[in-house]
Nanobody
Framework: QVHLVESGGGLVQAGGSLRLSCAAS????????MYWFRQTPGLRRELAAS???????NYGDSVKGRFTISRDNAKNTVALEMSSLKPEDTGVYYC??????????????WGQGAQVTVSL
């Protein structure tokens, strides 16, 4: 089993910044891509950002230029720096990772989610 745990969510005023972190643990052989998804009120879960194990990044249109994803392969962690936050960024942010376990199982592991609330 591979577990992902997010931290760093909270309440921030519009225009402010927050940093989300996610740590993977368990019987990890390797992790390829890591992701941050978000579920905003009334909308489906959408991709906010992704990063490959080589550092290539991809962002959702609504967060481009404001969010930055990064990872530490040695520590199996991924972070999301969020700036210029808007009320519409409010939602639950989920970390995910494409993992290969020590017994060669392959799947996408998900965290439990971190609430981000942006007030006016």
């Amino acid at each position: 089993q591979v577990h992902l745990v997010e931290s760093g969510g909270g309440l921030v005023q519009a225009g402010g910044s927050l940093r989300l972190s996610c740590a993977a643990s368990g019987n990890i052989r390797s992790i390829s891509s890591m992701y941050w998804f978000r579920q905003t009120p009334g909308l489906r879960r959408e991709l906010a950002a992704s990063i490959s194990n080589e550092g290539s990044t991809n962002y959702g249109d609504s967060v481009k230029g404001r969010f930055t994803i990064s990872r530490d392969n040695a520590k199996n962690t991924v972070a999301l720096e969020m700036s210029s936050l808007k009320p519409e960024d409010t939602g639950v942010y989920y970390c995910a990772a494409d993992v290969v376990t020590t017994n060669l199982a392959r799947y996408t592991s998900w965290g439990q989610g971190a609430q981000v609330t942006v007030s006016l």
